[in-house]
């Protein structure tokens, strides 16, 4: 008897703990802080989202939601962390479409986007804009290009960082007009914005957020924007399809990820309470001012894109002949 005790006190421990997950599920949310987490510094456009909507989650839950910046390596710093987090519903992460490019522009990282993290909710969408400082001479998209085959690597453009969908969408640019650009990296968009702003930056390819409000108030021109169609909040910009680059058709995304191994019953209380948020006029409202375009997808539909959109550029980037910094 003494010798089987022990087994079956561990027995009687598993089978409670067992018992006890599903009401812990139940419980959440438990008087304990959200975290979300954002691979970007303070100021950029993912940032604002995310204090945006955290607040007003904050409110339907009746939790404390706090914004965690960890900029860096692309954002590969913030999404390791969320990847590495406990998966309780407690630790979610702003992810973007530079996120999903990780896999195929990072892959010895020790852990897969793809596979380490799930859909939680998107957000919305926006354009990525080619902008120049007011500080320069350029007015159009074309005098930038002829500028740079005048004189090749003599201009620079800020982005998020390196990896990032902006600087793709760099390289691209580049590649496409036969010219040399010299990518200048920051941990946020906000950073990058502020040194176009300046001058000390000649160009950004930045999403159209952080440039908006820049352009608004004379600080910056916004010659091109990426997306199929033109931004409703400059419907004089043209895109870089009309421009001539039909390949560079694409938007700037946004939205929260949970690590893989959550529940699904969280996953899904934190679905509905986001979505109830994305639904308020107000934060609607908000978004479309600054340039973002609301398109709320639940857990299921957003995981579907993410994986679609990993894919898709797993296949398209090795095409490009893109040298990522």
């Known amino acids: 008897m003494i010798k089987t005790a022990p087994f079956a006190l561990s027995v009687f421990i598993s089978a409670f703990f067992t018992l006890l997950a599903p009401t812990a599920q139940a419980a959440w949310p438990n008087d304990q802080p959200i975290k979300i987490i954002v691979p970007q510094a303070a100021g950029g456009t993912n940032d ?30 913030g999404m390791q962390a969320t990847v590495q987090a406990p998966p309780d519903g407690y630790t979610i992460a702003l992810a973007s479409d530079s ?32 902008a120049t400082s007011s500080k320069t001479s350029f007015n159009t998209f074309q005098q930038v290009i002829d500028a740079a085959k005048a004189k090749p690597g003599s201009l620079g453009y800020g ?37 176009v702003v300046s001058g000390q930056i000649p160009l950004a390819v930045l999403g159209l957020a952080p ?40 938007a ?9 191994a ?3 019953p969280i996953i899904q209380k934190l679905s509905d309470a986001l979505i109830k948020v994305l639904s308020e006029k107000s934060i609607s409202e908000k978004m479309i001012a600054a340039g973002i375009t609301p398109r709320p997808l639940n857990y299921q539909q957003f995981d579907a894109f993410l994986k679609k959109t990993v894919d898709t550029w797993q296949q398209v980037v090795p095409t490009l002949n893109i040298q990522i910094q």
Do not use: C
């Open 99 to 130: 996120a999903a490019l990780l896999d195929v522009l990072r892959p010895n990282l020790p852990w897969k986007f793809k596979s380490g993290l799930q859909g939680v909710v998107m957000i919305g969408e926006q354009p990525i804009s080619i």
């Open 48 to 77: 604002t989202l995310a204090r945006m909507v955290g607040a007003e989650l904050s409110k339907i839950l009746g939790q404390t939601v706090v914004i965690d910046n960890r900029p860096g390596a692309s954002g590969a710093i």
């Open 262 to 264: 959550t529940p699904q």
């Open 252 to 260: 700037q995304w946004a939205g929260l990820v949970a690590p893989a």
């Open 211 to 250: 440039m908006l409000k820049q352009q608004q108030a004379g600080n910056v021109r916004i010659l091109a924007v990426t997306t199929p169609e033109r931004s409703k909040a400059l419907p004089d910009v043209p895109t870089l399809t009309e421009l001539g680059y039909p390949q560079i058709a694409i």
């Open 159 to 195: 982005s998020s960082g390196i990896g990032s969908s902006q600087n793709i969408v760099g390289e691209w640019v580049a590649s496409l007009a036969g010219i040399k650009l010299v990518h200048v990296p920051y941990k946020g968009g906000g950073q990058a914005a502020n040194d």
